[in-house]
Every structure is written in C-alpha cells, then in structure tokens.
C-alpha cells in the first residue's frame, strides 16, 4: 500500500470513528445518562449527609462512642495512642480500622438507598394501578355484542 492509500484510510478512519462518536452523542440516551449523573451526584450529597450526619451519630451511640478510624497497626513495631501519633513519628500504618468505617459507611448508604428506591418503586405501581383502561372503540363494542348473542343462541 502506499503511503497516499495508508494516509486516506486512516483518514477515513478517524472520520468514522468521530461520525460514530457524534451519532453517540446526539442520542437521546447520552443526555438521560448526563442528567442521571447530575441527579446522582446531588442525591449522594444528601444521602452522605444522612448517613455523616445523622445516622453515624446513633451507630456511635448505640455501640458506647466506638471509633474504628483509630484501629490499626504500626509496622515499625511501636505502640501509638492514636493514628495521627502514628503518623506524626514517621511509622507505616495498617489502617484496618478506616476500611471497617467505610465498609460500614457503605453499607449503610447502599440500605438508604435501597429503602429508598422501594418506597418510589411502590408509588409507582400505586400511579399504574389507577390508570384507566382506554375506553373501547365502536367497533369493539359491537363485535363484543355479536359474540355475546351467538353464544346465547347456541
């Protein structure tokens, strides 16, 4: 091949590949996802919130102010009082405790959700549940009247 013959296939390459992006992009789909994205951003801010603010405090309360974020172990060998101790003299940490608070922290955040998304979930079936049946044609009607006469005749 040529270099003329490479160049305007990769030529039309780079164009297919743009014309398929553009296509991409123009979808209905791709703005739905943007919109989810924005929506799910802003709903994390609220349920984190939920979760650091108000949900954490009685997690802390009901198990007497436990703190795993200071649970962890000093490779150096040494005992700390705290994990910034720990930090502050140089030593490498194992930070196990941190893992356990946001294992926990997710957890929880993915049960808000999950409540969450149940309760909407019943609304919904609720809003199809009055929707009315489409009223029946002419047609239909006279059809569903012939029907009913031939079996009474039989």
């Known amino acids: 091949m040529s270099k003329k013959e490479k160049l305007a296939n990769a030529k039309e390459k780079s164009l297919g590949f743009f014309g ?33 603010d108000i949900i954490m405090p009685l997690v802390s309360l009901l198990t007497g102010g436990l703190d795993f974020s200071n649970w962890f172990i000093a490779l150096d060998g040494n005992k700390y009082a705290t994990l910034e101790a720990a930090q502050t003299a140089g030593a490498a940490t194992v930070n196990y405790g941190n893992l356990i608070s946001i294992i926990l ?5 993915a049960l808000c959700i ?33 029907r009913d006469l031939m079996k009474k005749g039989k």
Do not use: Y
């Open 20 to 52: 398929e992006f553009a296509a991409f992009i123009k979808r209905g789909n791709v703005v739905d996802m943007a919109v989810g994205v924005v929506i799910g951003s802003a709903f994390g801010a609220i349920v984190t919130s939920l979760v650091n």
């Open 114 to 146: 999950f409540v969450v998304i149940k309760a909407m979930n019943k609304f919904h079936k609720k809003e199809e549940v009055k929707e009315e049946a489409p009223a029946k044609s002419d047609e239909v009607v006279l059809l569903e009247e012939i």
């Open 105 to 109: 922290n997710f957890v929880i955040v």
